[in-house]
């Protein structure tokens, strides 16, 4: 059904174009050159520049790109793809996406009834407590600082309990990772959304605070980049470990909270222990409708799909998750 119906409801780009009015004028920063340096009156993101404090100030804008020229790109849902073209699905990316979106529904049914049976899988079910614990460095604690500026309470936990979970699948599954990039990428992933310019997913505007807050601190571009591509790519289906391990716990680890994918790989105490220590504090409903204005801003986009081919608004709240 999902792959019958997905052609038909997508523009092409060029229609998304002309309803934009025709001229681009939506922002993308540079990759090469330190990305989004900041907002203008006329720049796209609607967020301004973030300094090595995490104050929000007024900074210049960057050169505008073009987002319907060709140019180098990643698969679809990575942060080139995404910046290039605002997030909005072709009808063929659509389709793409269907197996893995099927998959995780089939995954998600699957793993409600193992959990409600009280089975488990034949993996190591034991998870150290310790592993779950974030990183303290000045780094990871001025990131924080920056999301407890950005983000609601339920918003904030909700990124906390996205890092907890998959720190605990990388230890049920044995995964290495940088837990510091991990950390900054989960702390910014969500301070886009809803996306406040049509057209442009709110990933892009996460990204953007992401980059602007590691710039002040001098950290290697590549390693920037490994937590753009993480926020840009956490909510498209089927992202796996050969788009890099913070890539894959990001969008895991999200997945568990939002939707409860993989949620019965997590051990019962630590499931309980994470929602102790990071209320959810009504996350579902905020979360919900969040995701159903994003995908009102932002038709034809990844969550525009979602909540049409997934059901994103039920699914959400039948997560095994109180609020």
Known sequence: MLVARSPSPFPRRNEAHERRGGADDRQVGDRHTGGISGIGRATVFGVAAMGANGAITEARSTTVTDMNQPQATGPIGSIGWTERTGGVLTPREGISLAPPLLRAQRAILVGRLAMALRLHSGRRNFVDLASLVPPDSTF???????????????????????????????????????????????????????????????????????????????????????????????????????????????????AVDVFGLRSNQVPDAIRKKVVQDYPRLGFKREFAGLFRTEAEQVPHGRAWYLNRFALSDITIRLAPFRG
């Open 140 to 254: 990871a604690q001025e990131a924080l600082g920056v999301a407890k500026d950005l983000l609601t309470p339920a918003l904030l936990n909700h990124s906390r309990r996205a890092y907890a979970w998959g720190a605990a699948i990388a230890a049920l599954q044995g995964l290495a990772f940088d837990r510091e990039l991990f950390y900054v990428a989960s702390m910014f992933h969500d301070t886009g959304i809803p996306s406040r310019v049509p057209d442009v997913d709110f990933t892009v505007r996460s990204a953007a605070l992401a980059r602007e807050f590691i710039d002040g601190h001098g950290i290697p571009g590549h390693q920037r980049e490994l937590v753009t591509n993480a926020i840009a790519l956490h909510h498209t289906p089927g992202v796996g470990l050969e788009s890099g391990a913070e890539a894959f716990l990001l969008s895991a680890g999200a």
